[in-house]
C-alpha cells in the first residue's frame, strides 16, 4: 500500500466533507476536484445543471471507448442540533471519520479522484477514462439526466462509487417516486362536518400504503419496497383542509412494470386521490459473466478483498441515468453498459444521523480503483 497516495485521499475526503452540498453548491466540489484532475493532464468540462452545482466531466482519451467512473456530489441534508459532532467538520475517530456525506458519498469521490490522479501521474499508453461527478443524485438523478450524452465518451463499461462497503455490487434496485393528492373542501374548523378533509383522506391512503405485505418480489432482488416520505396538507388549525399531497418512493425490481405499480398505488389509495409520476428509474442487472465483472473481481483479489459478486444493491445510483447516455449508438441501438457498484462507505451508514465511514476501506478502495485502471490500460478484455 502507497502511505502518500492513499493519506491523500483521506485528506482530501476531509476538504470534501467540510464543504455542505446538501442540495446545493456542488460546483464548489467539483471545481476543486477539477484543478487535480486538470494538474495531471486531464481535460475538464463542467455540465451548468444550477448556480453553483456544476457537474465535472474529465477525460484522458485513448484508443477506445473509456472506462466511466461516477460518483454524486450532493448529500441530503443534516440537521446539527441532531447529531453529536458538526456534520461539516470531517473530524476523524481513530478509523472512522464522522460528518455528512462521508459515507454516501464523498469517500468513493476522494478514493476515486485520488486513484485517478495518481494513474495519470505514471507513464503508460492510455486507454481512455473519463471522470464524471454529478450533482442532485439525491433528489432522483436530476443532474445526471440532464447531462447531454454529446458531452461524453460513448461506450465501455462504468464504474459507480457508491457505498458498498468495497463489495463488488454487479446490480440495483429501480425507483419510482409518485405524487399522491387528494382534494377536499375547505370549511370552518368548528364545523368539519361541513367539509371534506383532504387530510385524513390521505392518511387513510398513507395507512392502506404502509400496510401492504404482499409488493411484488424478484428472488434476486427482494420484494418491492414503498415509503411515505412526505406528507402535507392545510393552512391552520380553525380552516378543513381542501387539498393535500404525499410523496411516495417504490423501489422496483425485475418483473415491475411501472405503469402498472402506479395503477396499483391507484388502487390502495382510494377514491378521491390523484397519481402522478415524478421520478422514474431502471434498475441496473450486469450478467455476471461480463468481463468487466472478471476485471474487477481480479482487482479485488489482488487486494486481498473477496471478489465474489454481492446481492442487488436496495438503492438506485447514477447509473440508471448514464447507462442510457454512454450506450454507444454508432452501429445502431446502444449497447448494454457493463455496470458495477463499487465504493468505500458503509451502506447502511446512508442518510443517518453521525454518518460515519472507515478510513482504511477509503485506502483499500484507492488501491481497488488503481488496479481496475492498471488492468484496462493494459488491454484485459472487457
Known sequence: ??????????????????????????????????????AVNAH????????????????????GPP???????????????????????????????????????????????????????????????????TAAEETGCQGAMQIPSSALRLGGPLLVGEPTANALVPAHKGALWLRLTARGRAAHGSAPERGDNAVV??????TALHDV???????????????????????????????????????????????????????IAGD????????????????LDDPFIELVGQALTANGLPDAPAPPARFFTDASALVGLLGDRRAGPPAPVPTVILGPGEPDQCHVVDEWCRLDRVEQAVEVYSSILTAWCNGAST
Open 67 to 133: 472506462l466511466t467512473l461516477t460518483g454524486h456530489v450532493d448529500t441530503v441534508p443534516a440537521d446539527p442540533a441532531d447529531w453529536s459532532v458538526d456534520p461539516w467538520a470531517g473530524e476523524s475517530d481513530g478509523n472512522r471519520m464522522v460528518g455528512r456525506g462521508t459515507s454516501d458519498m464523498k469517500s468513493g469521490i476522494a478514493a476515486m479522484v485520488t486513484a485517478v490522479v495518481g494513474h495519470l501521474r505514471r507513464q503508460h499508453e492510455c486507454r481512455g477514462i473519463q471522470v464524471v461527478l
Open 201 to 206: 383522506r390521505l392518511a387513510r391512503a398513507v
Open 1 to 38: 500500500m502507497s502511505p502518500g497516495r492513499t493519506s491523500g485521499a483521506v485528506r482530501l475526503l476531509e476538504d470534501l466533507v467540510r464543504i455542505s452540498t446538501a442540495g446545493a453548491d456542488e460546483g464548489t466540489v467539483t471545481r476543486h476536484c477539477a484543478l487535480m484532475l486538470t
Open 44 to 63: 475538464t468540462d463542467f455540465v451548468d445543471w444550477a448556480p453553483n452545482r456544476e457537474q465535472l466531466i474529465a477525460r484522458v482519451d485513448g484508443s
Open 272 to 287: 378521491g386521490v390523484s397519481v402522478s409520476g415524478l421520478v422514474d428509474l431502471p434498475l441496473i442487472d450486469t450478467d
Open 213 to 267: 405485505s404482499s409488493w411484488p418480489s424478484d428472488e434476486r432482488f427482494g420484494p418491492v419496497t414503498a415509503n411515505v416520505g412526505r406528507l402535507w396538507g392545510g393552512v391552520q388549525p380553525n380552516v378543513v383542509p381542501d387539498s393535500a399531497e404525499l410523496l411516495l418512493d417504490l423501489r422496483t425490481v425485475p418483473g415491475v412494470d411501472s405503469v402498472e405499480l402506479r395503477q396499483r398505488v391507484k388502487a
